[in-house]
């Protein structure tokens, strides 16, 4: 049995359908993964399909590519908001994090978590 993960970070969702293709699991057998530990609504089978042709032609990258259109919310002040509630508890999860500053997506908040982690290990 699966603990279920309410609400994924889009590039979460990529990074497990890109493991799971890595080992040879049939489309439709990960789609039925994802929503049996992400909840019904995580992704269309389509949308695996999809991101499996992509994988399958050599696409790496798990994060949503740049693209024009609505400006950027990363600033000096929301990386200071994200730093001091991940100071507040040690313990947080992207979701509170959410819950905490509904103005950012989730995918933004797990991007800025996960470039401050990573600058941290260097």
């Not at 019904?40 to 949308?47: G, S, W």
């Not at 908001?81 to 979701?95: A, D, G, L, M, S």
């Amino acid at each position: 049995m699966f603990k279920t993960i309410a609400d994924p970070a889009d590039c979460e969702v990529r990074s497990a359908i890109w493991f799971l293709n890595t080992n040879i699991v049939k489309q439709a057998e990960i789609h039925s993964q994802l929503v049996e530990i992400n909840a019904e609504n995580v992704m269309t089978d389509r949308m695996v399909r999809k991101w499996v042709r992509q994988f399958n032609d050599g696409c790496t990258n798990v994060h949503d590519e740049a693209r024009s259109g609505r400006p950027s919310v990363v600033n000096v002040g929301l990386v200071a908001k994200v730093n001091e509630k991940i100071r507040e508890n040690k313990q947080f999860t992207i979701r509170m994090l959410c819950d905490e500053l509904p103005q950012i997506s989730k995918t933004v908040l797990h991007e800025n978590v996960t470039n401050r982690l990573n600058f941290r290990k260097r």
